[in-house]
């Protein structure tokens, strides 16, 4: 495997349903994000953690959880979600230098909330 | 606060033809990096290409080109002899350089068809 890969690539669930996205990267990063992709919405950032520790958190609302467990796998966890979030997740990862940041994606989980 | 625009939702380009995509940002900062990033149907988004606002030299990367406007905030995207593989959504995107700024800032993304 190379790059970012999430699994699943496709999630359907209910709302009572708790559910977990995976995301690793095989870059040798030390930077993880998770956005949410909305049609005809900026890409929104919702979690970043650098060296494994969580330095952003944007007001997303409790029911998604992030995990880092370590520098090359991210998770999130879903738990009794809202229709409004489905959406598109995309991880990406990046190596933080002072210049030469650039964020490479997975290819996303589309999620549907029922 | 840091916007950055795609006023285009959707553009077309013959084959072969060449296209151009807007992106304006707003910023009160003098030095930031500027992305452009290019979605395909069901597919990773992946780098098209980069620009440092202290680089007066605009980035090129094979048929892929920026016209960078520092002044005008202007960062637009030129893409020569299109094909048929280049359509996708295509996203600019803002990073400050300021240390400990993880946030980049996506534009709401254009979607390009190339005709056959």
């Known amino acids: 495997e190379t790059g970012v890969t999430q699994t699943p690539r496709h999630l359907v669930m209910g709302m009572t349903n708790k559910k977990s996205l995976k995301c690793e990267q095989h870059l040798g990063h030390n930077a993880m994000y998770w956005y949410k992709q909305s049609a005809k919405k900026p890409l929104e950032l919702m979690f970043v953690?650098?060296?494994?520790?969580?330095?952003e958190n944007n007001s997303v609302p409790s029911r998604f959880s992030p995990e880092c467990p370590n520098s090359s796998h991210l998770f999130l966890h879903l738990h009794t979600l809202q229709p409004e979030d489905s959406a598109l997740y995309l991880c990406?990862?990046?190596?933080?230098?002072?210049?030469?940041?650039?964020?490479?994606f997975g290819p996303g989980t589309r999620l549907l909330v029922l | 606060a840091q916007t950055v625009t795609q006023s285009q939702p959707e553009m077309s380009v013959q084959e072969a033809e060449t296209v151009t995509l807007s992106c304006t940002y707003d910023t009160s900062e003098s030095d930031y990096y500027l992305f452009w990033y290019k979605q395909p149907p069901s597919r990773q988004m992946i780098l098209v290409i980069r620009?440092?606002?202290?680089?007066?030299q605009n980035a090129t990367e094979n048929r892929f080109s920026v016209n960078f406007q520092k002044a005008a905030k202007s960062f637009s995207l030129k893409i020569s002899d299109s094909q048929l593989g280049d359509a996708a959504m295509y996203f600019c995107a803002y990073r400050s350089p300021t240390s400990g700024t993880y946030k980049y800032i996506f534009g709401t993304g254009t979607r390009l068809k190339v005709l056959a």
């Open positions: 620009q440092e606002a202290y680089k007066q």
């Open positions: 953690y650098s060296l494994e520790e969580r330095v």
């Open positions: 990406a990862s990046s190596q933080r230098t002072t210049d030469q940041e650039t964020q490479y």
